[in-house]
Protein backbone atom coordinates (compact mmCIF):
# COMPACT_ATOMS: atom_id res chain seq x y z
CA UNK A 1 0.00 0.00 0.00
CA UNK A 2 1.44 3.11 -0.66
CA UNK A 3 2.12 5.42 1.92
CA UNK A 4 -0.04 8.65 3.27
CA UNK A 5 1.16 11.94 1.27
CA UNK A 6 2.21 15.50 3.51
CA UNK A 7 -1.14 16.78 2.17
CA UNK A 8 -3.18 13.51 2.91
CA UNK A 9 -1.09 13.60 6.28
CA UNK A 10 -2.38 17.31 7.17
CA UNK A 11 -5.98 16.44 6.05
CA UNK A 12 -6.21 13.73 8.62
CA UNK A 13 -4.95 15.82 11.26
CA UNK A 14 -7.23 18.47 10.46
CA UNK A 15 -10.26 15.99 10.65
CA UNK A 16 -9.10 14.45 13.38
CA UNK A 17 -8.69 17.66 15.70
CA UNK A 18 -11.97 18.99 14.41
CA UNK A 19 -13.75 15.96 15.59
CA UNK A 20 -12.11 15.76 18.91
CA UNK A 21 -13.78 19.29 19.50
CA UNK A 22 -16.92 17.87 18.36
CA UNK A 23 -16.49 15.28 20.64
CA UNK A 24 -15.20 17.36 23.50
CA UNK A 25 -17.96 20.09 22.88
CA UNK A 26 -21.06 16.68 22.71
CA UNK A 27 -18.96 15.27 25.77
CA UNK A 28 -20.19 18.76 27.83
CA UNK A 29 -23.55 18.70 26.59
CA UNK A 30 -23.22 23.17 25.97
CA UNK A 31 -26.42 24.63 25.47
CA UNK A 32 -26.49 28.09 24.03
CA UNK A 33 -29.26 30.31 23.82
CA UNK A 34 -30.21 34.26 24.78
CA UNK A 35 -28.98 35.02 28.29
CA UNK A 36 -32.14 37.30 30.05
CA UNK A 37 -32.37 38.95 33.85
CA UNK A 38 -32.93 36.05 34.82
CA UNK A 39 -28.79 35.21 34.16
CA UNK A 40 -27.43 38.48 34.88
CA UNK A 41 -25.60 37.05 38.01
CA UNK A 42 -23.90 35.08 36.05
CA UNK A 43 -23.24 37.40 33.30
CA UNK A 44 -22.06 39.60 35.51
CA UNK A 45 -19.64 37.33 37.04
CA UNK A 46 -18.16 36.25 33.62
CA UNK A 47 -17.96 38.99 32.67
CA UNK A 48 -15.51 40.51 34.87
CA UNK A 49 -13.71 37.57 34.79
CA UNK A 50 -13.07 37.96 30.99
CA UNK A 51 -12.14 41.55 31.80
CA UNK A 52 -9.83 40.41 34.14
CA UNK A 53 -8.44 37.73 32.86
CA UNK A 54 -8.50 38.99 29.23
CA UNK A 55 -7.79 42.26 29.11
CA UNK A 56 -6.02 42.53 25.38
CA UNK A 57 -9.81 40.81 24.39
CA UNK A 58 -11.75 44.06 25.56
CA UNK A 59 -12.14 47.74 24.60
CA UNK A 60 -13.49 48.12 28.73
CA UNK A 61 -11.30 47.34 31.71
CA UNK A 62 -11.53 45.35 35.09
CA UNK A 63 -11.55 48.74 37.39
CA UNK A 64 -14.10 50.67 34.85
CA UNK A 65 -16.74 47.17 35.65
CA UNK A 66 -16.38 46.20 38.95
CA UNK A 67 -17.73 49.27 40.41
CA UNK A 68 -21.03 48.61 38.31
CA UNK A 69 -24.02 47.40 39.82
CA UNK A 70 -26.21 44.24 39.09
CA UNK A 71 -28.70 46.87 38.01
CA UNK A 72 -26.54 48.58 35.18
CA UNK A 73 -25.37 44.75 33.96
CA UNK A 74 -29.08 43.99 33.95
CA UNK A 75 -29.72 47.57 31.66
CA UNK A 76 -27.28 45.64 29.23
CA UNK A 77 -29.13 42.22 28.79
CA UNK A 78 -32.62 44.61 29.05
CA UNK A 79 -31.39 46.49 26.21
CA UNK A 80 -30.83 43.23 23.90
CA UNK A 81 -33.66 41.66 25.52
CA UNK A 82 -35.49 40.92 22.04
CA UNK A 83 -35.32 38.40 19.29
CA UNK A 84 -32.78 39.96 16.75
CA UNK A 85 -29.71 41.05 19.19
CA UNK A 86 -28.40 39.93 22.27
CA UNK A 87 -25.82 38.08 24.24
CA UNK A 88 -25.61 34.53 23.80
CA UNK A 89 -24.59 32.41 26.55
CA UNK A 90 -23.06 28.89 26.52
CA UNK A 91 -24.03 26.65 29.60
CA UNK A 92 -22.35 23.68 30.55
CA UNK A 93 -23.50 20.06 32.24
CA UNK A 94 -23.99 22.03 36.02
CA UNK A 95 -25.88 24.42 34.08
CA UNK A 96 -22.71 27.09 34.73
CA UNK A 97 -21.87 30.03 32.05
CA UNK A 98 -19.25 29.03 30.72
CA UNK A 99 -19.09 31.26 27.47
CA UNK A 100 -20.74 34.45 25.75
CA UNK A 101 -20.59 36.14 22.43
CA UNK A 102 -22.62 39.13 21.30
CA UNK A 103 -24.57 40.07 18.62
CA UNK A 104 -26.64 43.33 17.65
CA UNK A 105 -27.78 45.02 13.99
CA UNK A 106 -27.85 48.55 13.34
CA UNK A 107 -30.72 50.18 14.20
CA UNK A 108 -29.52 52.91 12.09
CA UNK A 109 -32.42 52.48 8.59
CA UNK A 110 -29.48 53.42 6.38
CA UNK A 111 -27.25 50.33 7.98
CA UNK A 112 -30.23 47.73 9.06
CA UNK A 113 -28.19 45.46 7.07
CA UNK A 114 -25.37 45.46 9.55
CA UNK A 115 -24.56 42.72 12.26
CA UNK A 116 -21.63 42.66 14.50
CA UNK A 117 -20.52 40.47 17.08
CA UNK A 118 -18.47 41.32 20.17
CA UNK A 119 -17.04 40.18 23.35
CA UNK A 120 -16.54 36.74 22.60
CA UNK A 121 -15.17 34.78 25.80
CA UNK A 122 -15.00 31.47 26.95
CA UNK A 123 -13.47 30.39 30.35
CA UNK A 124 -9.85 29.33 30.55
CA UNK A 125 -10.96 25.54 31.70
CA UNK A 126 -13.42 25.34 28.79
CA UNK A 127 -11.14 26.65 25.75
CA UNK A 128 -10.00 23.72 22.95
CA UNK A 129 -13.04 22.13 23.47
CA UNK A 130 -15.32 23.46 20.72
CA UNK A 131 -17.30 25.95 22.60
CA UNK A 132 -16.38 29.23 21.12
CA UNK A 133 -16.94 27.47 17.80
CA UNK A 134 -20.14 26.36 18.79
CA UNK A 135 -21.19 30.16 20.13
CA UNK A 136 -20.08 31.59 16.82
CA UNK A 137 -21.88 29.16 14.72
CA UNK A 138 -25.17 29.62 16.74
CA UNK A 139 -24.44 33.43 16.26
CA UNK A 140 -23.96 33.06 12.81
CA UNK A 141 -26.93 31.06 12.33
CA UNK A 142 -28.94 33.38 13.87
CA UNK A 143 -27.99 36.39 11.41
CA UNK A 144 -28.82 34.12 8.63
CA UNK A 145 -32.21 33.16 9.72
CA UNK A 146 -32.88 36.89 10.29
CA UNK A 147 -32.39 37.16 6.44
CA UNK A 148 -32.15 40.75 6.12
CA UNK A 149 -28.39 41.04 6.86
CA UNK A 150 -25.86 41.92 4.32
CA UNK A 151 -22.92 41.42 6.63
CA UNK A 152 -21.54 41.34 9.77
CA UNK A 153 -18.53 42.96 11.45
CA UNK A 154 -15.96 41.93 14.42
CA UNK A 155 -12.84 43.28 15.94
CA UNK A 156 -10.31 41.44 17.26
CA UNK A 157 -6.90 42.10 18.80
CA UNK A 158 -4.05 41.66 16.45
CA UNK A 159 -2.58 39.55 18.76
CA UNK A 160 -5.43 36.74 19.52
CA UNK A 161 -4.06 34.54 16.94
CA UNK A 162 -6.69 31.87 18.04
CA UNK A 163 -9.62 34.04 17.55
CA UNK A 164 -8.54 35.30 14.29
CA UNK A 165 -8.06 31.96 12.86
CA UNK A 166 -11.50 30.87 13.94
CA UNK A 167 -13.39 33.48 12.46
CA UNK A 168 -11.55 33.61 9.12
CA UNK A 169 -12.17 29.71 9.29
CA UNK A 170 -15.76 30.94 8.98
CA UNK A 171 -15.54 32.86 5.80
CA UNK A 172 -14.74 36.14 7.96
CA UNK A 173 -12.19 38.22 6.02
CA UNK A 174 -10.05 41.49 6.76
CA UNK A 175 -10.84 44.80 5.52
CA UNK A 176 -9.33 47.23 7.61
CA UNK A 177 -6.22 47.16 10.36
CA UNK A 178 -7.11 49.88 13.15
CA UNK A 179 -2.75 50.51 14.52
CA UNK A 180 -2.47 50.92 18.32
CA UNK A 181 -6.27 50.60 18.63
CA UNK A 182 -5.38 49.76 22.82
CA UNK A 183 -3.26 50.98 24.96
CA UNK A 184 -2.83 48.71 28.22
CA UNK A 185 0.21 48.80 31.17
CA UNK A 186 2.27 50.25 29.26
CA UNK A 187 1.74 48.49 25.60
CA UNK A 188 -0.21 49.43 22.51
CA UNK A 189 -2.31 46.60 20.11
CA UNK A 190 -3.78 46.45 16.88
CA UNK A 191 -7.34 45.75 16.20
CA UNK A 192 -7.87 43.78 12.92
CA UNK A 193 -11.28 44.94 11.37
CA UNK A 194 -13.18 41.41 9.38
CA UNK A 195 -16.30 40.97 7.84
CA UNK A 196 -18.24 38.16 6.70
CA UNK A 197 -20.28 38.99 3.58
CA UNK A 198 -24.09 37.24 3.05
CA UNK A 199 -24.69 36.94 -0.74
CA UNK A 200 -22.20 39.64 -1.51
CA UNK A 201 -23.33 40.60 -5.15
CA UNK A 202 -20.22 42.58 -6.64
CA UNK A 203 -21.99 44.37 -9.63
CA UNK A 204 -24.56 46.68 -7.14
CA UNK A 205 -21.00 47.54 -5.35
CA UNK A 206 -19.11 48.21 -9.17
CA UNK A 207 -18.46 52.39 -9.83
CA UNK A 208 -18.99 53.67 -13.56
CA UNK A 209 -16.35 54.55 -15.25
Known amino acids: MGGVGSVGREKLLRRSFITKELLLANMHKTKIRFLNLHDVTAYRELRLQALKESPMAFASSYE ?5 SLTDFAARLQAHNNS ?10 SKQLIGMLGFSRESRPKRAHIGSLWSMYVLPEFRRQGIG ?42 F ?22 FNYDPLEHSHPL
Open 176 to 197: GLECDALFINGRYFDYEHLVLR
Open 84 to 93: TSGIFGAFGD
Open 64 to 68: QETCL
Open 133 to 174: AALLDQALSHTQRLGVLRQIVLSVTGNNLAASSLYKSRGFER
